[in-house]
């Protein structure tokens, strides 16, 4: 599996080969991750909750979703490269944080607020 | 800069340790990536494309966007995980089809269509 | 019950009386859009969908989710305003246009498809 | 041009048609709202600020983002009738709870915090 950094190099060359780093200012890319968010939201769209696992192994809504998936990867590395910004760095120092803000015992099970997943956006 | 391999394991932890799997489903993960998507959007909302480079080192705005980039990424890992599918992977494969859909030569610096970085989209 | 033309004529007064009209070219509007869906979205993310609508009713749920439908609102009227597009009439059209390409004899509780609430996308 | 009640008459009727009621929880109607919201946002993403009235009076631009914003606007309105909530005083609600909290006066062409736009989410 290739590693972040291989991938941000990839893609560096990728976007460099076709100059298309005139358009990458951090606002459109923020753009980028939205509008592709929006597409691998599409494809749950009408599914139920219960059926999601099994219509995410349906060999054709699973291409959709893994390209749908690498979209919004894409754009977050092309962010991250753009801005400087080492994202496993800042996977794990929110971890770090939301394992703070969201002590187990009292966290435990609770739907409520499991929103956890974003402290600091309340 | 730990792994996705390792990012991943310890948000497993996390998750199992509050017993939030159960929120989990894969239609749930897709819209908490494509929430935290918005939130991140919202940050570059009103800054000029000029300034959204300087916005990204305003050390306030900084790790706002830090904090949303990281909730992308948690989310987009929670649900590689929960379907199977390797995020690393995926976005190598992607690549590597946007590399044959847009031929260096034929894109270089044409802005109609970069949204060529979402081949099957349109 | 305000009109849509009543509503636009409030936003663009609340508008002018703060200077705001600088700031609300149409990729911002559209940026203020989709931050706010993803707002909207947030209100609905871990909730199960057979739970969703008496979620809609509980009080304090239904005043946030009524708060982010009108900020989505909003945010449609002033993009509409500000690039002379008549919102009624754009809903009218489209849904015209859905029903010629989604037959309702054929389509009828077909849930593959009824994306079928956006052609053109696909 | 239609009110918002005969357009709700008007997409009542072709839901019921189509027997498409069963989709229509109110949380994928609010994935709806956000997956449409995601590609009206695609139609600017590469678009420079101060080029996006222009783009928005191309023709082929236009219909494509009259089409995104109608079907963002049928996703709100689809919402609202499941809920039960009138979206025109929802967003003459809003709009009055804003002009409270955005005081004309202090708020003049202020870019900080037009975020201002969404009280109630910071």
Same mark, same amino acid.
């Given at each position: 599996?290739?590693?972040l950094?291989q991938l941000t190099a990839a893609l560096r060359t990728f976007v460099a080969? &076709?100059?298309w780093?005139?358009?990458h ?19 749950? &769209?009408?599914? &139920? ?14 291409? !959709? ?8 990867g894409i754009g977050?590395l092309l962010?991250c490269d ?18 703070? !803000? ?5 966290? !435990? ?14």
């Amino acid at each position: 599996m290739p590693t972040l950094d291989q991938l941000t190099a990839a893609l560096r060359t990728f976007v460099a080969d &076709r100059d298309w780093q005139q358009f990458h200012d951090p606002k459109n890319l923020a753009m980028l991750v939205a509008s592709e968010a929006g597409e691998l939201l599409a494809e749950y &769209r009408w599914v &139920r909750g219960e059926e999601a696992d099994a219509h995410s192994r349906e060999p054709q809504a699973r291409a !959709r979703i893994a390209a749908e998936v690498a979209d919004v990867g894409i754009g977050l590395l092309l962010l991250c490269d753009r801005i400087g910004l080492d994202l496993g760095e800042a996977i794990a120092g929110k971890l770090a944080a939301n394992a703070q !803000r969201y002590p187990a015992e009292a966290s !435990r099970g609770r739907a409520e607020r499991p929103a956890g997943l974003r402290p600091g956006s309340e």
